[in-house]
C-alpha cells in the first residue's frame, strides 16, 4: 500500500513540474512577444541616404498621431489660453514635431506629403 502512495505523489510531482514548464514558456514568450522590437525594421533603413529611404510604418505612425494630437489643440485657439499647462511639453512636442518633422518627411517620401 505504501508502494502505490510513492509512486502517486511522484506522478503528482511531475505532473505540477511539467505544469510549471509550461507556464515559463508560455509566460516566456509572452514577455518576447511583448518587449521585443519584433517586426520592427533593421536600424539601418532608418539612415539610408533620402534617395534610397521610405517612410517606415512606425514613422507614419508616430507622425499621424503628432498631427492628430496637434489638430485637436490648434482648434482650441492660437493664443494657448485652454490649453493644459500640466501637458506642455506634449504640446510643444507635437507643435516642433509638426513644424520640423514635415519637410523631412516630405524630402524623405514626397508621394505621401498630404
Request: net charge positive; proline share 4%.
Amino acid at each position: 500500500m505504501k508502494k502505490k502512495e510513492k509512486t502517486k505523489s511522484k506522478k503528482g510531482i511531475k505532473t505540477i513540474l511539467y505544469a510549471g514548464v509550461i507556464v515559463l514558456v508560455i509566460s516566456g514568450g509572452i514577455w518576447l512577444y511583448n518587449f521585443l522590437p519584433l517586426g520592427m525594421p533593421d536600424g539601418k533603413s532608418y539612415f539610408k541616404p533620402i534617395g534610397e529611404r521610405m517612410l517606415l510604418e512606425d514613422e507614419k505612425g508616430q507622425w499621424k498621431y503628432v498631427v492628430r494630437q496637434y489638430s485637436s489643440l490648434e482648434a482650441s485657439g492660437d493664443t494657448f489660453r485652454d490649453w493644459d499647462h500640466n501637458s506642455m511639453h506634449m504640446w510643444k512636442y507635437a507643435i516642433a514635431f509638426t513644424s520640423y518633422g514635415m519637410p523631412s518627411l516630405s524630402l524623405i517620401d514626397p508621394e505621401n506629403t498630404d
